[in-house]
């Protein structure tokens, strides 16, 4: 198929026996049961604990830690957020990403600040858990986006939220997040109103997963108590699943291009700014330090001599005027940026440069037999574009 998985299908005398080619039994409840185990869950307990009815202890225990994280999230973006209900404010995922960004500063450099439509909220939900997984959250704590953008589970939200923090406190960051056994009833006081909301939200989580064991069972044993199956449904069902995938690794195809686009956007304003510093450093250089020096070194005054300044600024201006016609080279390149663009053509034009001789400072023949043996080295491992 277009998507890359391949379904043998062996020619049997029973249709029965097709579909379970296809759709193995054991394999079929299997993979349901770990997909209702782990995408919905009723307590905050670890992720292999039986599943129960909720009890006040379950919506006390979500409360603390809703709690906790709510605390940790004022401390590090100096903000206050309410008491009752963290997903509300969570749900456009522009807190989570101001979050993630400031922990690990590089983990992500785009977000929508103001999303405005929800492709750009699901894509801000995105890059979190993206960044997430890239800084090391382990991959079973993280939420679904329909967790916290429909407000499916706000249970798995707050643990991964949980999880990020003791990932970041456990790699040196310096806010870490509190543990439950250290509140006491001064500092955290649920009400009665908060309590009975908690145990509503699990109750309807329970309910949820109750309905789809109970849909996903019917609709199994419904498959293999049928001893003939339709085979233009059956083309449907995989031609509908396929699709699916499809869109989905599309999607996440789409996404991963758009970040590894703004690390090299960023990476290429970086360099340009660092050029446009370093040229407005020599200038400064030049007209205020060696102008000064070279005025005392000519009026004879002792404090210098002209040989003295010629040997501390020897090839101050050739270095500028390389470095003024590489920033010249950058600015339009950067300015006009697109995806596509590149700067590695640009330096290696500068690399194959001559070095002058004519103003040499001491070093200047060990630097220039570095320099040129620096620039085949380049040459050799250069690639066509860059």
């Given amino acids: 198929t277009d998507s890359g998985i391949r379904i043998r299908v062996i020619v049997v005398p029973s249709t029965e026996w097709l579909w379970f080619c296809i759709f193995p039994a054991e394999w079929s409840k299997l993979i349901m049961s770990f997909a209702l185990r782990t995408s919905v869950r009723t307590s905050t307990g670890p992720p292999d604990s039986p599943s129960k009815e909720p009890t006040t202890e379950n919506a006390v225990l979500f409360l603390k830690n809703q709690y906790l994280v709510k605390e940790w999230m004022e401390k590090i973006l100096d903000i206050s957020l309410p008491e009752n209900d963290l997903i509300p404010v969570l749900r456009n995922g522009v807190l989570l990403c101001r979050l993630i960004r400031t922990i690990y500063e590089r983990s992500l450099l785009r977000y929508n600040d103001h999303p405005d439509a929800i492709v750009k909220i699901r894509e801000n939900i995105f890059l979190f ?117 499809r869109a989905k690794r599309a999607r996440s195809m789409m996404a991963k291009r758009k970040r590894a686009s703004a690390f090299r956007t960023n990476i290429a304003k970086e360099i340009l700014q660092t050029e446009e510093s370093y040229v407005d450093s020599l200038n400064v250089l030049i007209k205020v330090f060696k102008k000064s020096m070279s005025d005392a070194a000519e009026s004879g005054s002792g404090f210098i001599s002209p040989e003295q300044v010629k040997n501390i600024f020897s090839d101050v201006e050739i270095i500028l005027g390389m470095n003024t016609q590489l920033l010249a080279d950058l600015r339009p390149r950067v300015q006009k940026w697109v995806p596509s663009s590149c700067l590695g053509d640009i330096f290696l034009k500068f690399v194959s440069l001559p070095v002058s001789h004519g103003r040499a400072g001491p070093h200047s023949n060990r630097t220039a037999t570095l320099s040129s043996s620096h620039s085949a080295a380049v040459h050799r491992r250069a690639p066509a574009a860059c």
């Fill in 129 to 245: 858990l993206a960044a997430c997984h890239d800084v090391g959250v382990p991959p079973h704590k993280l939420f679904m986006e329909a967790d916290i953008f429909e407000t499916r589970n706000p249970v798995r939200v707050i643990e991964c939220v949980k999880a990020l923090a003791e990932h970041a406190s456990s790699t040196g960051f310096a806010i870490s997040i509190g543990k439950i056994e250290e509140l006491d009833a001064t500092c955290f006081r649920p009400t009665p109103e908060q309590i009975a909301s908690a145990e509503q939200m699990l109750q309807t989580l329970r309910k949820r997963e109750l309905i789809m064991s109970k849909i996903a069972a019917r609709k199994m044993s419904l498959s293999l108590a049928s001893s003939r199956i339709d085979r233009a449904k059956l083309e449907k069902i995989v031609v509908k699943v396929q699709a699916r995938y």
